[in-house]
Structures are given as structure tokens and as C-alpha cells.
């Protein structure tokens, strides 16, 4: 598959005179010439007859997807360092928590856990980047991934910590967690009195204890 990327100019307008847009296209015939016109409204056979003839390309009540300017692309890179920030200032909260309790063996990795690999850890691990899919991890204790996953997860401590995570497979405790629930940017896994509980982690929260 051949495939190939356009920038188009586009020029839309609303439709609510025959005789005026036809007079006003045959003016700026050159103006318009190498634009893709966007046509809302009622279009007449007379409109579109004339556009054929003048080779101009059209489309009809049609939306188009809105570009991002910078300024718009500059302020999600804002929020995303901001989230970023967050899930690290979590991640360092943890650490101090885990690092208190000497018996969980805690193991921080800060690397991408590619496809094919298989971690086997014995007690808790914090894992600063993703998972890629067909990798495995299998924690005895308590489990943090900061980044994405899209491999596979298996965790047997107290809870787990991961972010909103669409393609994993998630085992807690031998139970599948369902990861459409895992609508935040950092979730919460944790068992109680026999029950999965799945909790969003906001900024806020950072302190909490287990």
C-alpha cells in the first residue's frame, strides 16, 4: 500500500445566493483555484455545473477536522510535562514507603521492558518506563509502572499502581482486572476483605498510605 500525505488549503463558505457565489468564484477564479472549497448550505446543480467547469475542487456540507495550532500543541506538551510531574512525584512517594518496609525486597528499574521479556521478581517493583506488548512481568509484592502498558502483568502483594492502560493483561491476585476500567492517568489496585477495588490517584492523594 502506497500511501501519501497533503497539505490543503481550504476555503469554506455558506451557500445562500446562487447568482452572487457564481459571480463571486468567476471573480477570484485564480484566488481559488488551488484551494479545496467547502460548500455549506443548500448547493444547486447550477452551482455545481459551474465549479466542474472551472475544474475546482469541492466538497458538500462536509466537516473537516480542525488542525492544532502551536499555541494548542505548546499547552497539551504543558499538561502532559505536568502530568509527567505528578506520576513522578507519586513514584517518589512510593518509593520512600517501600523503601521503609526492608522485608519487601523493593527493585526500582527505570527501562523499557521490551517484547519477549519475561521479569520475575520476588518483592515489590517500581518500574519507571512501559511494557511493551508480548513482555511479562510477575511481581510477588507490589507492582507501580508510572508509563503505558501493553504487555502483560501479573502481581500477588497488597496493591498495584498503573496508568490508564488499554491493551494489558492484568492478573491481581489470579483475578483479571477489567482495564476499561482504568480510565486515569494513574489507578489504584488494591484487595480488601476479598474484594478487587480499583481507585483513581490524583495530586492530592500523593501521600496516602497503604
Given at each position: ?144 509502572i508510572t508509563q503505558v502498558v501493553e504487555g502483560a502483568i501479573r502481581c500477588d502483594g497488597h496493591f498495584m499502581m498503573i496508568a490508564a492502560s488499554p491493551k494489558a493483561n492484568i492478573i491481581f491476585h489470579g483475578v483479571e482486572v477489567d482495564n476499561s476500567l482504568l480510565e486515569d492517568k494513574l489507578n489504584r ?22
Amino acid at each position: 500500500m502506497k500511501n501519501k500525505q497533503y497539505s490543503v488549503k481550504v476555503f469554506e463558505t455558506t451557500v445562500d445566493n446562487e447568482e452572487k457565489f457564481i459571480s463571486f468564484f468567476n471573480t477570484n477564479y485564480t484566488l481559488f483555484k488551488d484551494h479545496l472549497i467547502l460548500l455549506q448550505g443548500e448547493v444547486s446543480d447550477k452551482i455545481t455545473s459551474f465549479l466542474d467547469q472551472k475544474s475546482l475542487s469541492y466538497l458538500i456540507n462536509t466537516k473537516l477536522p480542525i488542525g492544532r495550532s502551536r499555541k494548542a500543541l505548546e499547552e497539551e506538551f504543558n499538561v502532559m510535562s505536568v502530568e509527567n510531574s505528578v506520576n513522578q512525584q507519586i513514584a517518589e512517594a512510593e518509593i520512600v514507603k517501600l523503601s521503609n518496609r526492608l522485608a519487601n525486597n523493593l527493585t526500582v528499574l527505570d527501562e523499557m521492558v521490551r517484547s519477549g521479556r519475561e521479569l520475575n521478581i520476588e518483592g515489590d517493583l517500581l518500574l519507571l518506563n512501559r511494557v511493551n506488548s508480548g513482555a511479562t512481568i510477575h511481581t510477588t509484592g507490589n507492582l507501580i509502572i508510572t508509563q503505558v502498558v501493553e504487555g502483560a502483568i501479573r502481581c500477588d502483594g497488597h496493591f498495584m499502581m498503573i496508568a490508564a492502560s488499554p491493551k494489558a493483561n492484568i492478573i491481581f491476585h489470579g483475578v483479571e482486572v477489567d482495564n476499561s476500567l482504568l480510565e486515569d492517568k494513574l489507578n489504584r489496585i488494591e484487595l480488601k476483605n476479598n474484594e478487587i477495588l480499583i481507585t483513581p490517584v490524583i495530586k492530592k492523594e500523593i501521600n496516602w498510605a497503604s
